[in-house]
């Protein structure tokens, strides 16, 4: 458990750090533009990987029943959620609209996951990510940060949407290999 937890606070807390204006000012003093991205991915990386890992070893404690409902519209809830992600970084009117469409879909992700299990270390790796992603929503909504402007491109929209539902296509079909847990 504590690779997890380990794990989800390097991941989550290089994602908050943003927040912090003067602490991301000095870093970028410090690192140059090109050293903070670098250690951000560096981190960001490390902490997927402790994450994984400890998600992996943790455990089998159950502490509720999943939610048959949840896990019935968790492969249409993925798809959506792959396709904001995929449009996140299209200038398209999806993201305009959306606003955050990548934390939208990270926060879909994580919400019906953290339904469809009862495990406790699904409810630490879903909920720790479904509560980040609503923070970082609400955080970049005071700084005044979104994406999107202008009236965006309805094609764009469409190659976002294609690759995102191939991309959820692929991870549907090896989530058995890549995760060791069928997703239906």
Do not use: C
């Amino acid at each position: 458990m504590a690779l997890l937890i380990g794990g989800l606070i390097l991941f989550i807390g290089i994602h908050v750090l943003p927040t912090f204006a003067g602490l991301r000012g000095v870093l970028i003093a410090g690192l140059g533009e090109k050293g903070y991205k670098i250690l951000f991915s560096v981190v960001s990386v490390a902490g997927l990987i402790l994450t994984g890992a400890g998600y992996g070893q943790a455990p089998q404690q159950q502490i509720f029943e999943p939610s048959q409902t949840g896990r019935i519209f968790l492969p249409a809830a993925m798809a959506v959620a792959f396709v904001l992600v995929a449009v996140a970084n299209i200038p398209g009117r999806i993201r305009r609209v959306v606003r955050h469409p990548m934390l939208a879909g990270i926060l879909i992700w994580a919400v019906f996951h953290l339904l469809a299990n009862g495990d406790l270390a699904s409810n630490i790796l879903f909920g720790s990510f479904a509560l980040w992603a609503v923070f970082a929503i609400l955080s970049a909504e005071y700084r005044g940060k979104r994406l999107g402007s202008g009236q965006g491109s309805l094609k764009l929209d469409l190659v976002g949407a294609v690759v995102g539902l191939l991309v959820y296509a692929v991870v549907f079909y090896f989530h058995a290999d890549l995760f060791g847990v069928s997703p239906v």
